[in-house]
């Protein structure tokens, strides 16, 4: 399984554009990133996906260099209830065989 | 949809008694998952079940713990006899194959919040 590295904790402010980035060095060729977030007393929330380059959404965007050893989560203009904990998943798909490990996360702090 | 559903969403035991936590998986959902979160720990995979088979059950701490999956819409976390260490939020979460904005997104349910005294 390849193992992330996500920083601890990031603080921001309202309005500004935040990026995570997660190392992960050992990747497969096979094995996607996901993003997940987790607000306090609630489950963790699919964000996003990607394999390779730029993937974005209506809630954030995904890139992926070339060598596909790091990702970047970026979130637009960021608000008080983005504060949540961020986590990088990298793996296989179940179908595939493979199995999605939850790292420590990075605990996003968003202040007015 | 109504999402994962879990049960119950909080329990408070004594040390030694049976505690059963249930899940409902979204409707079509071909996998199920039981994480259990804690300060210490974070997220760990305890057990999943495809198409209501166990695949993987390397993460069950031991064998106090045991999961059932006797149907497509059910599943169960059991521990027994429970101890404080198994503190925690059980969270079940459930996935289709492939969705439209990739594949095994998992959804999770609000989780259960086991304290054992």
């Known amino acids: 399984l390849a193992k992330t590295t996500q920083p601890i904790s990031m603080d921001s402010y309202e309005g500004q554009e935040v990026n995570i980035t997660c190392s992960h060095n050992n990747i497969a060729t096979n094995d996607y990133i996901t993003w997940y977030q987790q607000f306090p007393s609630q489950g963790p929330r699919f964000i996003i996906q990607?394999?390779?380059t730029k993937v974005t959404n209506e809630v954030a965007s995904l890139f992926i260099p070339a060598d596909r050893k790091s990702s970047t989560l970026s979130l637009p203009r960021v608000s008080l209830s983005d504060t949540a904990v961020y986590y990088c998943l990298v793996g296989v798909f179940y179908n595939q065989g493979g199995k999605l490990i939850f790292g420590q996360g990075t605990e996003l702090s968003v202040k007015p | 949809d109504a999402g994962v559903i879990q049960s119950p969403r909080h329990e408070v035991t004594e040390m030694g008694q049976e505690v059963t936590l249930r899940c409902k998986p979204i409707s079509g959902h071909d996998y199920l998952f039981w994480y259990r979160q804690t300060m210490m720990r974070g997220l760990e995979l305890l057990i999943y079940?495809?198409?209501?088979?166990?695949?993987?059950d390397s993460g069950m701490p031991e064998d106090r713990f045991s999961a059932k999956m006797p149907n497509a819409s059910f599943s169960t976390l059991k521990i027994q006899p429970s101890e404080p260490r198994d503190s925690a939020v059980y969270f079940c979460?459930?996935?289709?194959?492939?969705?439209?904005?990739?594949?095994?997104?998992?959804?999770f349910g609000a989780g259960s919040r086991l304290t054992v005294l």
């Open positions: 979460a459930s996935s289709p194959v492939s969705t439209e904005s990739g594949a095994n997104v998992l959804t």
């Open positions: 079940f495809n198409n209501n088979v166990p695949i993987d």
């Open positions: 990607g394999y390779k």
